[in-house]
Each structure stands twice: as structure tokens, then as C-alpha cells.
């Protein structure tokens, strides 16, 4: 055979197969149309409320495992989250330690003075680049947003009515949203 006659005979087997093809679809089509006549009307319905059945079904499982998953993660993500703050505190941590030992060979106030003044600003300074900043209250007028009211005295001065005359405890910000209240003494 030369190269024409095989190109020929391939050519009609690709036209043959592309018949009986659209003869199987064609089938198919009928027979679908064949079984859809034999049914009745209310057969056809149930058959449809199956189908939307099953699908209701489906998404229900994808959206119920969505949302376990999601639950899971969460609960993931929050046993983790602190995990970057305390492993940067851990230094601080051992800086503790060694002072509390030198602390007990130790005689010169001072010295341990400036250790623990050394500590404290390396807590600050890494807390602070986490986000956290301390409010400063004393002094500012009191704002219910940032201060907690524990009790009111008479103003030393009538510029100070209305305003923190002492800070009980510090107020902290992280992110400049309120983390603690800052609990105040208000002038009256």
C-alpha cells in the first residue's frame, strides 16, 4: 500500500467513527426520551426531587466539613499564637534567673538596681515592638474609652476637675486598641 491508500482508509475510519458516535449520542438521546414519555409526570418529580436531594445533601457535608475544619483551625491558631511573644520573653526570662542568683552573693544594691532597670527596659522594648504601648493617663481629662473610674476626690486645682489626678494601675494599648483600662483617680 503506498502512503495515499493508508491516508485514505485512516480517513475513512475517522468518518466512520465520528457516525457511529453521533449514532450512540443520538441513541441515547432517545432512549432518555423513550424512558421520560413511559414515566409519569409524578415519577419525572421524584426523580428530580432526588437528584436536588442528594445535591442539598452533598453541599450540607462540604459546608458542615468547612466549618469544623474552620472551628479546628481557630482553636489551633489561639493555642499558638502566643507562642512568638513568649519564646522573645524567654531571654528575659534567663535574665531573671541570673539576677536572682547574683542577687544572693550579692551586696551592692546598685548594681542589682541597674540589672533590674536593665531587665524591665528589655521587656518594655520588646513588648512595645509586639504592638504594646502604655497609656498615659495622669493628667489627660478622663475619657471612658481608655479609663476606669475606682473613685473621685476633690481637685487640687479647678484646671484638674474632670481630669486623672492618680493612675492606680497602667493602661495598655496593643495595636491602639485598649488591651486594659488604665484605673484612675478622678478630680472633682
Given at each position: 500500500m503506498s502512503k495515499e491508500e493508508v491516508k485514505e482508509n485512516e480517513t475513512e475510519n475517522v468518518q466512520n467513527e465520528t457516525v457511529d458516535t453521533e449514532h450512540e449520542s443520538t441513541?441515547?438521546?432517545n432512549t432518555e426520551e423513550a424512558v421520560q414519555e413511559e414515566l409519569s409526570p409524578l415519577e419525572l418529580k421524584e426523580i428530580e426531587y432526588k437528584e436536588l436531594n442528594d445535591k442539598y445533601i452533598r453541599l450540607f457535608s462540604e459546608f458542615d466539613n468547612f466549618r469544623k475544619r474552620t472551628a479546628k483551625e481557630?482553636?489551633?491558631?489561639?493555642?499558638?499564637?502566643?507562642?512568638?511573644?513568649?519564646?522573645?520573653?524567654?531571654?528575659i526570662l534567663d535574665d531573671f534567673d541570673r539576677a536572682a542568683k547574683f542577687n544572693t552573693d550579692s551586696d551592692d544594691i546598685e548594681a542589682i538596681k541597674e540589672g533590674f532597670?536593665?531587665?524591665?527596659?528589655?521587656?518594655?522594648?520588646?513588648?512595645?515592638?509586639?504592638?504594646?504601648?502604655?497609656m498615659d493617663a495622669l493628667g489627660k481629662t478622663f475619657d471612658v474609652n481608655f479609663h476606669e473610674a475606682l473613685t473621685q476626690i476633690p481637685a487640687p486645682s479647678e484646671d484638674m476637675k474632670g481630669k486623672v489626678v492618680d493612675v492606680i494601675e497602667k493602661g495598655y494599648l496593643l495595636n491602639d486598641k485598649v488591651l486594659r483600662f488604665a484605673k484612675v483617680v478622678v478630680g472633682q
Open positions: 441513541e441515547d438521546q481557630k482553636i489551633e491558631l489561639r493555642m499558638t499564637a502566643g507562642g512568638d511573644v513568649i519564646k522573645e520573653l524567654l531571654p532597670n536593665l531587665i524591665h527596659n528589655k521587656i518594655d522594648k520588646n513588648l512595645e515592638a509586639k504592638g504594646l504601648k502604655q
